[in-house]
């Protein structure tokens, strides 16, 4: 039977990040790291899915919380990108301090996917890149909009998340740090770094990260590279077993041609 274990990863300002290892049945050289969507829990039903599937497949699959959010140490204004990146770093050099792995695979689900991306672009040694329904970089007339005029003028940014096995919910308040943080970043550009084998999802009815905008990612990555994209599939797939169970049955498929 697999083994799912939970753990606390220290890091150098001596916090910690919540993390989940699931065990393969039989132990092999292959490493995964999913990254959750933006102020999203490793707790969602989509990410705990598919580290089951990965570890089925034999990779010790990691799952966490990045600081600042659900179960890791620190505040709602420790949550940023530069942050975010990280905490990956301290996922994966935690992961390789118990064990040496030769096959490194990140992924994650909409900012999770856009971290893959960003991280990938900057660590060798990742070997496989999933992003699942990343967003591209804010444009400048997005900018211009109401959400993002409102947060600079206001401070701070109210953003609220569904928590899992529960009728509740808990709220985050971002500083508009954390906007000007992300704007210093562009998927676009860092897709163009990777020389790894990269999966891009995209979901037919995805209204947050549009499949044509995970098209211009696809665009500009390197072989090789595969572009599923899903029909029936939204942003919120999480929710649905049955949904949850395509994803991931075609994100296997796709990683045992690679």
Partial sequence: MMKTEKVKIPIKTKKNIAAAIHY????TDKLAVLCPGNLDTKDYNHLIKLAETLSKEGYTTVRFDPLGTWESDGQDADYSVS????D???VLDFMLSRKSYKTILLGGHSRGGEISILYAAQDPRISIVVPIMPPTPISAEELKGDKYTNWKKQG????TRDIPGSSETKS???????LTDR?????????????TPIIFVAGELDKVCLPEE???LFDNANEPKRYLFLRGIGHGYRRSVAEIDIVNAEILKTLQIL
């Fill in 183 to 195: 704007l210093k970043f562009n998927s676009i550009q860092a897709v163009k770094k990777i020389h």
């Fill in 24 to 27: 393969p049945e039989i132990e």
């Fill in 83 to 86: 942050r975010y990146l990280k």
């Fill in 214 to 216: 995970v098209k211009i």
């Fill in 172 to 178: 985050f308040k971002l500083p508009y740090d954390h």
């Fill in 156 to 159: 701070f940014y109210l953003s």
């Fill in 88 to 90: 990956v770093a301290s």
